[in-house]
């Protein structure tokens, strides 16, 4: 009996080892082109990354040398103007579904639409921009491919926004308006405020999504070879400077496209870590 007993605790043991091992190798696969990609693109830029590569601005076609300043300084300014419009009308959005639409219909509406919006391709998005702002201007800009990346980042941020204003415990607005406090200020004062944490969570997701976006920039900002911080003139960014170079006939500047995605990837993959510290900080706090 007891051997019996032994034999099939064994194998249950060994089942379980069995379908561990597998679950880790599942989980290491998904991992693996990641750390393929890192490896390529290191492999291959990591000659190009030097102080004049950050300082310079783009060499004439056909010249060596150059750098990829004004690209760096076009991705900041354009990410940064997308922000600015994108993540106000996101979290008010957010605060609306989650503190007064809740299951109405209009709320349903929102928040069909916004899935939607997340599933929209970029590029649709880039014509709308074009639509919307490059023709009534006359001229590509910035601030078109602001816009554009602004509608982009919205849903996501509503989405989060809304989700984490409503993990926040009911006892907090009840404690709230048991003072006399008025329910919009509870929202401002109490509510949000306990969720910022998640709020700016969903925000480092959104700007790292949008921050490496091409097809909408090509349609609205269209690159400039030169430094400009006017958000009414065309500008360069980081993925618009890799898709031409990378569809250049020189050998160099092939080189400058795998350097420049080094520092994109950098950028989308520090904000993906900040996103995941503010992430685990909010699970610390339930």
């Known amino acids: ?33 990641l750390f393929v990609i890192l490896f390529q693109l290191f492999q291959k830029g990591i000659s190009s990354l030097s102080i004049d590569f950050f300082l310079n601005l783009p060499a004439p076609p056909g010249e060596p040398g150059g750098g990829i300043k004004n690209a760096i300084v ?15 009308i996101s979290i008010m959005a957010g ?8 299951e109405s219909k209009f709320a349903h509406l929102v928040r ?36 554009a990346l602004a509608i982009m980042m919205i849903p996501v941020v ?26 919009w200020r509870t929202v401002l004062k109490v509510v949000l405020p306990t969720g910022m944490v998640g709020v700016t969570t969903g925000v480092l997701i959104a700007v790292a ?28 960014a980081l993925p618009l400077l890799i898709f031409n170079y990378s569809m250049s006939p020189y050998e160099d500047w092939w080189q400058q496209a795998w350097g420049a995605s080094i520092v994109l990837i950098t950028i989308v993959l520090l904000l993906n870590i900040a996103s995941r510290i503010l992430a685990r900080r909010v699970a610390g706090e339930k």
């Open 1 to 33: 009996m007891n051997n019996t007993n032994n034999v099939r605790y064994q194998w249950r043991r060994t089942k379980n080892q069995i379908i561990l091992a597998t679950i880790a190798v599942l989980a290491i696969i998904p991992a693996i082109p």
């Open 74 to 88: 076009g991705t900041f300014i354009i990410v940064g103007l997308a922000s600015l419009m994108g993540v106000p």
């Open 95 to 102: 605060i609306y579904l989650s503190e007064y639409g809740k």
């Open 112 to 147: 069909m639409c916004a899935d939607i919006f997340q599933g929209v391709p970029s590029i649709v998005i880039g014509i709308i921009a074009y639509a919307w702002v490059v023709k009534p201007l006359g001229k590509f800009s910035a601030l078109a491919g602001s816009v």
């Open 158 to 183: 509503v989405r989060t926004t809304e989700e984490v204003l409503r993990l926040v415990p009911n006892i907090l607005r009840e404690a709230s308006l048991a003072l006399g406090v008025p329910y």
């Open 209 to 236: 999504r949008i921050a490496g976006e091409t097809a909408p920039l090509l349609f609205t900002a269209f690159g400039n070879p030169f430094m400009t911080y006017n958000p009414l003139e065309p500008m360069n």
